[in-house]
């Protein structure tokens, strides 16, 4: 058995090897970037050791300063994690070299799966069913379109370097084959560096299900049951669920029979995940799977394997990389229950998913226990930055049936709680939620399909979270009075002149949410201060408030919600959303009257990758205008109207900031 690992990642991930690590005894290892000097896996790790800058390019993709990191703390071996260098063959190979063990398959394994064409040749010689496509090395994108065409319309673009919906396109037609094409293969390039592609026929009502795979070096190969992962997003999981739902006994025989010998065909060690697209038209049938690629690495999803069987599949690689066998057979890995897992983005998903950035000024999560698990790997007063995937977190949960897991998890996301960035939490409540979700019944295009039901778009607070608002500020007030004069005499928090501190005083607040202001009446008693809004009414004991949290009777009902006070805001978190506020500072000129020419801002700190417009153009409503690379992921910005362009300030290759000014609009006539 190995003594000590280092963990090449960073984030959820390194911390959960570095906890399975320490339960084994062995010594752990972490390296980190400048970004992450203060990150958790650093604090959790015996050692840390300094990589370099914050760009991934000159930290966690740096294999020599990986390599001199093992070397100078005499790890055993390196555990990549996901992501980053967990299949990159050569530094598989550069492990093997510098005498360290490398915790995954051989790096021959790696290369067979890496190029999607190529792994479909072999996948056919080893009797495992494929999709119908190109897998060609000829890359000319009229003869990419041919191809697209003697396959038949929809296909599917697909990067073949890579996964996680980098580098992929869904095409329906002939006229959108070469924009497609040109921007997976520039999105495929700045992801792996390489932007050949595959075309694939695309299937009618997909289901994703994938199933790991175990290998030792003694001969062994088992599956560990499958998981489904349809519920995506620009063909990123979004919800991850073991069992799949629905799936009929021979079908799970026949798929995880191919998965096995999938493995096999390549000579693979350690821990897998063969992924499998099945054509659902007709229900799901064993004769009706196709393999899709392989994941040469532990999944994000792995937790909920690891809830269905009582495996610690991070426990497995260690003891696999050890030289020993299986800790099972085949016949010995029994299913139990049911596990669904979501994960926690910071995103705005009434902005686009765009990535959200700030310092994680509240961080709580469910409390775990009793089927609730949660892998995260940031803490209070972590920043997240632009560098990284913007997960922040993980939530599972398990039950002894599907439906007792889905309550489960709905409840827990109930309880997120996070303010400095915005998140998916009440997305993600809302999808496990859905009736079709519970039905079981969904397929890829789930989420898609329901856009007008799991994004309405942004909300005007409801009455009762303005209530909540006006009241954890308004006891802001009287504790900042009772205290004396604040700093900043002219923080808005100290200008108590409505009301005083004996007796009934009154005053009237005024919160901005959005485009709406909401004007709060407040009455302040000796120990309950009362607020009166449009559709709501409330009051709160000031014996009721502890830090963080607030517990007031509102439109007759006894609440409590989350608060956070900035120095301008004031943040309402409940049921896994949070809210907040703007509180205008009185001596603010007003400036809603300024003329501001219209246009489009960069939604985030990245790269301009495309252009598509000049000054003089007329476009439509829709009409691509600027691609813009952020956190490993193109976005493309589109004229919210027919417009007319002024101006455009940036150009392929720029680094803007977010809410910098990227195209101007000629000022309308009307």
């Given at each position: 058995m190995i003594t000590s690992v280092l963990i090449a990642n960073r984030g959820e991930i390194a911390c959960r090897v570095i906890e399975t690590a320490r339960s084994m005894?062995?010594?752990t290892i972490a390296v980190y970037s400048e970004a992450d000097a203060n990150a958790l896996h650093v604090e959790m790790a015996d050692e840390a050791y300094l990589l370099g800058p914050a760009a991934a390019a000159e930290s966690y993709l740096r294999q020599d300063k990986i390599l001199d990191a093992a070397r100078r703390s005499g790890a055993d071996a390196i555990h990549p994690g996901y992501g980053f260098l967990s299949e990159n063959a050569e530094f598989a190979e550069a492990c093997a070299e510098a005498g360290v063990l490398f915790v995954g398959p051989p790096a021959d394994a790696i290369r067979a799966m890496g190029l999607k064409d190529?792994?479909?040749?072999?996948?056919?010689?080893?009797?495992?069913?494929?999709?119908?496509g190109y897998h060609g090395d000829n890359q000319d994108p009229a003869f990419l379109a041919g191809e697209a065409e003697k396959i038949g319309y929809p296909v599917l673009i697909k990067a073949v370097a890579g996964g996680g919906g980098?580098?992929?396109?869904?095409?329906?037609?002939?006229?959108e084959f070469d924009k497609a094409l040109a921007s997976a293969q520039r999105?495929?390039?700045?992801?792996?560096?390489?932007?050949?592609?595959?075309?694939?026929?695309?299937?009618?009502?997909?289901?994703h299900i994938e199933v790991q795979v175990f290998a030792d070096a003694h001969g062994d190969v088992v599956h560990l049951f499958e998981r489904d992962c349809s519920v995506q997003r620009r063909h990123q999981k979004v919800v991850e669920e073991a069992p799949a739902p629905g799936m009929p006994q021979d079908m799970r025989d026949a798929m995880g029979k191919a998965a096995c010998e999938a493995a096999r065909a390549i000579g693979y060690r350690g821990a897998g995940?063969?992924?499998?697209?099945?054509?659902?038209?007709?229900?799901?049938?064993a004769d009706r799977f196709y393999f899709m690629e392989m994941n040469t690495r532990l999944q994000v999803e792995h937790p909920v394997t690891e809830m269905i069987t009582g495996q610690d599949l991070v426990e497995w690689q260690l003891r696999v990389v050890s030289n020993e066998e299986l800790p099972l057979k085949q016949d010995d890995i029994l299913l139990d229950g049911h596990a669904v897992e979501v994960r926690l983005y910071a995103e705005d998903p009434n902005k686009q998913?765009?990535?959200?950035?700030?310092?994680?000024?509240?961080?709580?999560?469910?409390?775990?226990?009793?089927?609730?698990?949660?892998?995260?790997?940031?803490?209070?007063?972590?920043?997240?930055?632009?560098?990284?995937?913007?997960?922040?977190a993980k939530v599972i949960a398990w039950g002894d049936t599907r439906d007792a897991a889905r309550q489960l998890l709905i409840k827990a996301l109930g309880e997120v709680e996070v303010v400095g960035v915005t998140t998916n939490a009440a997305f993600l409540k809302d999808v496990v939620s859905h009736p079709v979700f519970a039905s079981g019944e969904m397929d890829t295009g789930f989420i898609e399909a329901h856009t007008k039901d799991l994004l309405p778009g942004k909300q005007a607070a409801?009455?009762?979270?303005?209530?909540?608002?006006?009241l954890a500020l308004a006891q802001n007030r009287t504790l900042h009075a009772a205290r004396g004069s604040d700093a900043d005499p002219y923080s808005p928090w100290n200008d108590v002149g409505g009301w005083r501190l004996v007796g009934t005083a009154s005053e009237t607040l005024t919160l901005v949410d959005g485009d709406t202001q909401v004007s709060a009446d407040v009455t302040y008693g000796a120990d309950v201060i009362a607020v009166s809004l449009e559709g709501a009414e409330g009051r709160v004991s000031t014996y009721r408030v502890a830090e963080g949290v607030i517990e007031a009777v509102v439109n007759g009902a006894r609440l409590s919600a989350g608060v956070h006070i900035d120095d301008d805001t004031v943040s309402v978190m409940k049921d896994g959303a949070t809210w907040t506020f703007d509180v205008p500072d009185p001596l603010d000129v007003d400036a809603a009257d300024a003329a501001a020419l219209g246009g489009v801002e960069a939604p985030m700190t990245g790269k301009i990758t495309q252009v598509w417009v000049t000054a003089g153009d007329s476009v439509q409503r829709?009409?691509?205008?600027i691609a813009l690379e952020a956190m490993k992921m193109e976005h493309t910005l589109n004229a919210p109207a027919d417009v007319t362009v002024a101006e455009v300030l940036a150009a392929p290759g720029d680094q803007v900031e977010g809410g910098a000014a990227l195209v101007v609009f000629e000022a309308s006539d009307e």
């Open positions: 005894g062995l010594r190529r792994a479909k040749v072999l996948m056919q010689d080893a009797n495992v069913p494929v999709v119908p980098k580098g992929m396109r869904r095409v329906d037609a002939a006229g999105e495929a390039k700045a992801a792996f560096g390489d932007d050949h592609v595959l075309i694939e026929k695309f299937v009618s009502r997909p289901r995940t063969v992924e499998f697209i099945a054509d659902t038209s007709e229900g799901l049938r998913f765009f990535p959200s950035t700030g310092k994680l000024k509240e961080f709580w999560m469910p409390e775990e226990g009793d089927g609730v698990r949660i892998d995260a790997g940031v803490q209070l007063g972590d920043d997240i930055s632009i560098y990284y995937d913007p997960m922040i409801p009455a009762d979270i303005a209530a909540f608002a006006a829709g009409a691509p205008l």
